[in-house]
């Protein structure tokens, strides 16, 4: 079982390490001169117009909605973190522990909470920039597994707690 806890372990950290060299990518290739550009505009902008229909107001909202996605891709990473405290606690021989249920509940709770903010994220970019937004197409590319996958860690956090009480009753009859 150790041999396999240290595969699972190894490919965890490997999954880890590659999303947060690509979530680091992504923010490097991204264009940070434009809150430069909303700051200059700050500075010089006639205070009588409405800033919420201005050029600046809308790429001002595409910034801050692109800060959201990269935000919350380093949330899911952080949820897939969790994995390596239950391969912990597995190697130790605690299955049916609090830190492995609370783990579980965490991961499936982030994996819902992702897909649910970056579509809508995502549609408000849409609104924002007049790019082509396909809901099922979306919900096609990595959205399909998410869901499930928290659905899945959900269950299992049900299925742990039992085993818990199960095994806490029969320690108390032995």
């Known amino acids: 079982m150790k041999d396999n806890t240290n595969i699972l372990t190894i490919v965890t950290w490997a999954i880890l390490l590659s999303s947060i060299s690509v979530l680091l990518n992504d923010m ?15 500075k010089t902008a006639n205070k009588e117009t409405p800033w919420f229909t201005s050029k600046n107001a809308i ?41 492995n249920i609370n783990s579980f509940k965490r991961i499936g709770n982030i994996f819902i909470t992702y897909t649910i ?3 809508v994220f995502r549609f408000l970019l849409v609104s924002i920039n007049k790019s082509s937004f396909h809901f099922l197409s979306e919900l096609k590319n990595e959205f399909v597994f998410l869901i499930p996958a928290g659905l899945a860690f959900y269950i299992l956090a049900e299925v742990f707690s039992r085993a818990k009480k199960t095994q806490e009753e029969n320690d108390l009859t032995i």
Do not use: C, H, P
């Open 59 to 99: 790429e001002w909202s595409y910034y801050a909605i692109s800060a959201g996605l990269f935000f919350m891709r380093g949330y899911l990473i952080y949820g897939i973190s969790y994995f390596l405290s239950i391969l912990k606690e597995i190697e130790k021989e605690y299955y049916f522990t609090d830190k």
């Open 28 to 42: 490097r290739e991204f264009d940070f001169n434009q809150f430069k550009e909303f700051q200059n505009w700050a």
């Open 117 to 119: 903010s970056v579509l």
